[in-house]
């Protein structure tokens, strides 16, 4: 299973890697928004060959990155998906010399939350009530990462 940066020809695995976002986003971005992120500043991510069964995006500019969303699909959590995804993410910022990388993540997203700390992310400050949940609203954890 390889982990490849997609170009705006590689139509059919952004569909796949939007699909995923589809299910596992509480707001999905608009397919247009979504297949934006293949070009800079932005760049996109999928794990899979035919099939994508996960991906990230990341946003650079100037020495700092942000990961914007990461997704596996489903049926195929637990395997290590996640975390492939994100040390590749830090292997482009810290080849493109990114001084950090910085995220949000709900604070209830205890799964995002332990895969970001096992890979060097610290939480730096909550915005409560950041984030549309089912019954209200939810708190945001922004998390960061120093590469260099
Ligand atoms: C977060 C997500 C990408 C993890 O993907 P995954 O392929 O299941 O993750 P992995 O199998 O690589 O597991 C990585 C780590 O995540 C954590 N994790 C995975 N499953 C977990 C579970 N059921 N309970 C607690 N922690 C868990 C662990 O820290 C695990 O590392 P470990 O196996 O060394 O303990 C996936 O759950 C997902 O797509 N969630 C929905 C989208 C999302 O929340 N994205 C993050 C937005 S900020």
């Given at each position: ?30 397919y247009a928004a979504f297949a934006d992120c293949v070009t800079p500043p932005y760049q ?105």
């Open positions: 299973m390889t982990i490849q940066t997609l170009s705006p020809d590689n139509h059919e695995m952004i569909k796949g890697a939007y699909d995923i976002h589809k299910q596992v986003t509480y707001s999905p971005w608009s996109m991510i999928a794990l899979g060959d035919a099939d994508v069964i996960g991906y990230a995006i990341i946003l650079m500019v100037a020495d700092e990155a942000t990961l914007m969303d990461i997704g596996v699909s489903p049926g195929a959590r637990g395997k290590g998906a996640g975390k492939a995804l994100t040390q590749k993410v830090i292997d482009i910022c810290t080849q493109k010399k990114m001084a950090t990388i910085w995220l949000e993540v709900r604070a209830s997203n205890s799964i995002a939350i332990n895969l970001y700390k096992s890979h060097g992310f610290t939480g730096q400050e909550v915005r409560k009530k950041y984030y549309e949940a089912k019954d209200g609203r939810e708190d945001a954890i922004i998390m960061k990462r120093n590469n260099f």
